[in-house]
């Protein structure tokens, strides 16, 4: 069975740290994808990679950065976490460009407080 | 341009009844559009999903009707079940694999 894992299921920060959350997929995907869910807005995507050390800005990437150094791996840093960046963070990945079946992680639920 | 919009919020259905979630878009680019099932603590799953040059796709109980000229499509789940709970997302496929998802629906099956 395909799998994403999100290492970490609730986070409590303070404000101002340096958050790191981690995506690992074992399905060989090509692409990944960083979206944060909160009620009323759905999910919203923040940062995006097509490819190993490469990245691309989804509709909200302020705050936010990435890394993907391997194919497997995607991590989404926050640079100095703030209490607007309080919410559900779901990671994702897709075999092909065009496809649109996403397989999700459960997410991370994330609090700075 | 990018948005979906998704309708209603949240839905009450009688066991055995018909759920009706429907989406409207504006960017004629868009080229796919999935439906996304969501349980309480899991991530999103794909759950049916439909090209523009299909006007209805049909799987088990679910099905999605696509109206092109109108911008719109809908997922109905025919004879509901208190498993179907869950929120559901519509979304939309532009051209670089980058899905953009409605806000979601609630729904909520009661015996």
């Known amino acids: 069975d395909v799998k994403v894992t999100q290492s970490s299921r609730y986070l409590v920060k303070r404000t101002g740290e340096k958050v790191f959350l981690e995506c690992v997929q074992d399905m060989d995907h090509e692409n990944m994808f960083w979206y944060r869910q909160d009620p009323g807005l759905g999910l919203r995507l923040i940062y995006f990679s097509y490819d190993v050390k490469m990245k691309e800005k989804g509709d909200i990437p302020e705050g936010y950065s990435v890394s993907r150094e391997k194919k497997e791996r995607f991590s989404l840093i926050l640079e100095s976490a703030s209490t607007n960046q309080t919410s559900m963070y779901l990671c994702?990945?897709?075999?092909?460009?065009?496809?649109?079946?996403?397989?999700f992680g459960s997410g991370t639920r994330l609090t700075v407080v | 341009q990018q948005q979906v919009k998704q309708s209603p919020q949240s839905l009450i259905v009688q066991k055995g009844g018909i759920s009706i979630i429907n989406c409207a878009y504006e960017?004629?680019?868009?080229?796919?559009f999935p439906w996304y099932q969501q349980f309480p603590g899991k991530g999103p799953a794909l759950l049916i999903a439909i090209r523009p040059d299909v006007s209805e796709k049909k799987e088990g109980r679910f099905t999605i009707s696509f109206n092109k000229s109108a911008k719109q499509f809908s997922l109905h789940i025919m004879d509901s079940q208190p498993g179907d709970s869950a929120t559901y997302f519509c979304?939309?496929?532009?051209?670089?694999?980058?899905?953009?998802f409605g806000t979601g629906t609630r729904l909520q099956v009661f015996p």
């Open positions: 960017n004629t680019a868009f080229d796919y």
């Open positions: 994702a990945s897709s075999l092909y460009t065009g496809t649109g079946g996403y397989t």
């Open positions: 979304a939309a496929l532009l051209n670089t694999d980058k899905l953009i």
